[in-house]
């Protein structure tokens, strides 16, 4: 029989800045009380970055050891498009994803969460074929090391691929048997596409939903956000736990529920710091009532 965490061991931590230096994200997630974090390993505002020295990938380690922090997660870059029907922003989308799974090797980082993808104008089933066909693209780079990909929930603005499990799940039975790959379970965006997560019912429903489309083994990560729009409104925008729509209930549950107590949960609420130490703690303490 599995031990269950103490409530102090759970990994919960928030999307940290690298402003510093790559190592620095760690030392901010120690001081948040975190015991996991997110960070970009790039910045995700170019198509182009300088590869990571030996130097700098030494402090990381020694920083991660020195902190403790388990189950790093990277997002990836908000400029890649794994389903992009322009062939040269297809290119470098697929380019970018390969050296963000180098610095993710050499980083010994755990996840790469990536959003799969968007039609913009073309066919939904096309995008998904591209989208496949670019995970295969890098199945010699991501089983070079030990990280995961994981597709992240989204909420289905435009055309995006993600905010239906359906749609995950057909990628996932495309490429599981190549490369190592997961979901990222997005609270905010979820809820923004339909799935109703106010309650423990809900929750119930929407877990169960998503054991029959894409199984419960692929459940790799949260990022937990409270949404600012209506369930079913296809809007993305974050807010602090508790004060958005979904509302603080939800949260009690997660951390509770014996399928979703465990898992490794990531903040992206808007409020850095601050915000984030208060919100850890909360997390924490749902977990033990």
């Known amino acids: 029989m599995t031990k269950q965490l103490h409530s102090d061991e759970l990994l919960i931590g928030a999307h940290t800045s690298t402003a510093q230096g790559l190592y620095h994200a760690l030392i901010e997630g120690k001081d948040i009380g975190a015991t996991t974090i997110q960070l970009f ?18 402090l990381w380690h020694a920083t991660l ?4 922090l388990r189950n790093i997660m990277s997002h990836g870059s908000y400029l890649v498009n794994l389903g992009a029907p322009d062939p040269e922003i297809l290119k470098k989308s697929r380019k970018t994803l390969k050296e963000e799974i180098e610095r993710c090797n050499a980083l010994g980082i755990s996840f790469l969460t990536v959003h799969p993808g968007s039609a913009l104008k073309d066919d939904r089933t096309q995008c998904i074929e591209r989208i496949v066909e670019s995970l295969h693209g890098v199945e010699d780079t991501i089983n070079e090391g030990t990280t995961r990909i994981l597709l992240e929930t989204t909420a289905g603005q435009g055309s995006v691929i993600g ?5 995950l799940a ?13 979901v990222c379970f997005d609270t905010c965006h979820s809820f923004a596409a339909g799935y109703d997560i106010r309650t423990e019912e809900g929750w119930k429903s929407t877990l169960k939903e998503f054991d029959e489309t894409i199984g419960l083994d692929n459940l790799r990560a949260f990022h937990v956000n409270d949404s600012w729009n209506a369930i079913g409104s296809r809007r993305d925008r974050h807010a602090p736990l508790g004060e958005g729509e ?4 939800s949260f009690k549950v997660l951390m509770r529920g014996k399928i979703t107590r465990e898992i490794p949960k990531y903040l992206e ?5 601050p915000l984030w130490i208060k919100e850890i703690s909360m997390l924490r303490e749902f977990a033990t009532l």
Request: without cysteine; hydrophobic residues 25%; negative net charge.
């Open 65 to 68: 050891e020195d902190t403790g």
């Open 170 to 182: 057909e990628i996932i039975e495309k490429v599981e048997k190549h490369i190592p790959v997961g």
């Open 269 to 273: 609420t808007p409020g850095g710091d």
């Open 41 to 58: 390993t790039r910045n995700q505002r170019r198509w182009d970055s300088k590869p990571l020295d030996d130097e700098e990938v030494a």
């Open 163 to 167: 905010y239906r499990f359906e749609e």
């Open 246 to 249: 979904i509302g603080i209930d």
